[in-house]
């Protein structure tokens, strides 16, 4: 990745966790993931970031296809984003996020817990 492609894709980082807080900011704690998941489509769209929700991923094994990831939503098709609502973020859920990084080979994923009055993400780099 170039010097150019880095810069872009950290602006697109930051402009997307700013929507986050703004739909945190907004909505508050205790919503389903579904809730929070429309609302940042919507946020994103207004701060003119094209988005695509429930992205597909084929998972192969020796050339083969043996399964899909559907990852919540790939932002500006760079940046991957899974949502949650639970208690805290844990190893599983990073997990996913590789998994889904691998699959779709993309190098960064934000992983956003809207569970809590104060939104909690994480940056996950794979392969950069």
């Not at 083969?64 to 940046?79: F, W």
Request: charged fraction near 20%; aromatic fraction near 8%; proline fraction near 4%.
């Amino acid at each position: 990745m170039d010097p150019q492609d880095r810069d872009n894709l950290e602006l697109l980082v930051e402009v997307t966790i700013g929507a986050f807080y703004e739909v945190s900011n907004t909505l508050g704690p205790g919503f389903l993931e579904k809730v929070y998941e429309r609302a940042l489509l919507k946020e994103l769209a207004l701060r003119q970031l094209p988005v695509k929700a429930q992205v597909q991923y084929p998972v192969m094994y020796k050339g083969q296809m043996i399964g899909e990831y559907t990852a919540d939503m790939v932002v500006a098709g760079k940046l991957l984003v899974e949502l949650k609502c639970v208690a805290s973020l844990g190893s599983e859920h990073m997990a996913q996020c590789i998994n889904y990084l691998k699959a779709s080979n993309l190098t960064l994923a934000l992983l956003v817990n809207f569970q809590h009055p104060k939104v909690v993400w994480r940056r996950i780099v794979h392969n950069l």
